[in-house]
């Protein structure tokens, strides 16, 4: 089969697509015929080198997939040939005491395909029963393939972690990124005020359609300055901030008294100088997420599936073309994902 790949780490040339060994159904995995993929940063970081995860090279990049179930593995019962499926991307071992306790992305070997394990940009891929999702009949694969992580992302950041309510005032940064867009749109139906940040008029009239009360530029103002002037210098009750050191001061500064700052990611650094007074004067939160439960993927995309929810796509390419679909994330091009697609059902069409 022909897959996405890469046999070191380095800049978007190290991306290539190819022949790839065929993969071996396992017990407990599903085969998928993928008909279309995602992109996160993820990517980019993998592709880049991430501190302290040694990947098997080369290695298959991608977290988020879709398609069409055609083997599967011995103790599997969810799934059928023939059913369609989507990807949401992490792993857990199912034993361990956090596992147990119905918190599967706590687990102690908690795992992202295309982060720790060989991932899903390919023609085929097989992948864990635990780690899909049925997919309704209608819903598009490019829809089907870009909305599991980042809105099982936002969902739990968000409503699980963050635990959000109507009335409260959210801040989302990198609105027209696949978290922040996911973002607004659920603290919107959460009946939150919703401020979020963007770095073009367009971007920031696509944020207003998605649910932002008001939007800031971000390249043209201190988004804290903005937030204190528009919330009467009161600060927001909480903060979605995945994009890192870039931000985090800035982050902080736009918090009322007792107000939560989620992260879920440090697309700009993870090492950010941090106000410690502020934190503790303040009595701010600060709260990390990662991921999604089983049960909240089942939550947020019924609201993908029955539309309330809308998965915006910046461009869809080819595999073959997936250093552009990287070139997209690193230079923030577009609102919303990036798909990539098997070069032959590219090429067929048959994507949407």
């Known amino acids: 089969m022909d897959a996405v790949q890469f046999v070191d780490h380095g800049g978007r040339g190290v991306v290539s697509y190819g022949s790839y060994p065929d993969p071996t159904v396992g017990d407990g995995e599903v085969l998928v015929d993928v008909k279309a993929g995602a992109l996160n940063h993820l990517d980019v970081?993998?592709?880049?080198?991430?501190?302290?995860?040694?990947?098997?090279?080369?290695?298959?990049?991608?977290?988020?997939?879709?398609?069409?179930?055609?083997?599967?593995?011995?103790?599997?019962?969810?799934?059928?040939?023939?059913?369609?499926?989507?990807?949401?991307?992490?792993?857990?071992?199912?034993?361990?005491?956090?596992?147990?306790?119905?918190e599967p992305t706590l687990c102690v070997d908690y795992a992202v395909l295309g982060e720790h394990r060989q991932g899903v940009h390919s023609e085929r891929a097989a992948v864990p029963a635990d780690a899909l999702v049925p997919v309704p009949e209608g819903v598009g694969w490019a829809t089907a393939a870009a909305a599991p992580l980042v809105f099982g992302t936002a969902w739990r950041m968000l409503v699980t972690r963050g635990e959000i309510s109507p009335g409260e005032t959210v801040l989302v940064l990198g609105a027209s990124g696949g978290v922040g867009?996911?973002?607004?749109?659920?603290?919107?139906?959460?009946?939150?005020e919703v401020l979020a940040t963007a770095s073009t008029e367009a971007k920031r009239?696509?944020?207003?359609?998605?649910?932002?009360?008001?939007?800031?530029?971000?390249?043209?103002?201190?988004?804290?300055?903005?937030?204190?002037?528009?919330?009467?210098?009161?600060?927001?009750?909480?903060?979605?901030?995945?994009?890192?050191?870039?931000?985090?001061?800035?982050?902080?500064?736009?918090l009322a008294h007792g107000g939560r700052l989620l992260t879920c990611g440090a697309t700009s650094?993870?090492?950010?100088?941090?106000?410690?007074?502020?934190?503790?004067?303040?009595?701010?939160?600060?709260?990390?997420?990662?991921?999604?439960?089983?049960?909240?993927?089942?939550?947020?995309?019924?609201?993908?599936?029955?539309?309330?929810?809308?998965?915006?796509?910046?461009?869809?390419?080819?595999?073959?073309?997936?250093?552009?679909?990287?070139?997209?994330?690193?230079?923030?091009?577009?609102?919303?994902?990036?798909?990539?697609?098997?070069d032959s059902e590219y090429e067929a069409g048959i994507y949407e």
């Open 45 to 102: 970081w993998s592709r880049r080198g991430i501190p302290g995860i040694d990947l098997e090279l080369p290695h298959v990049p991608g977290s988020d997939a879709a398609g069409v179930v055609t083997a599967t593995g011995d103790d599997v019962e969810r799934f059928a040939v023939g059913d369609r499926v989507a990807v949401t991307g992490g792993v857990s071992c199912g034993t361990c005491e956090f596992c147990r306790d119905g």
């Open 181 to 192: 867009h996911a973002a607004v749109q659920i603290a919107a139906h959460a009946g939150c």
């Open 205 to 254: 009239e696509t944020a207003r359609r998605l649910g932002a009360d008001h939007v800031i530029d971000d390249e043209a103002t201190d988004f804290a300055d903005a937030v204190r002037a528009a919330t009467d210098r009161r600060g927001v009750d909480v903060v979605v901030d995945h994009v890192g050191a870039t931000t985090w001061k800035q982050s902080l500064r736009s």
């Open 269 to 342: 650094g993870a090492t950010p100088e941090t106000n410690v007074n502020r934190i503790f004067g303040n009595q701010l939160s600060v709260i990390g997420s990662t991921m999604a439960g089983p049960g909240e993927f089942d939550d947020v995309l019924a609201h993908v599936w029955d539309g309330t929810f809308e998965v915006l796509v910046r461009d869809t390419l080819p595999m073959s073309e997936s250093a552009r679909g990287h070139e997209l994330l690193e230079t923030r091009e577009g609102f919303g994902k990036v798909v990539v697609v098997p």
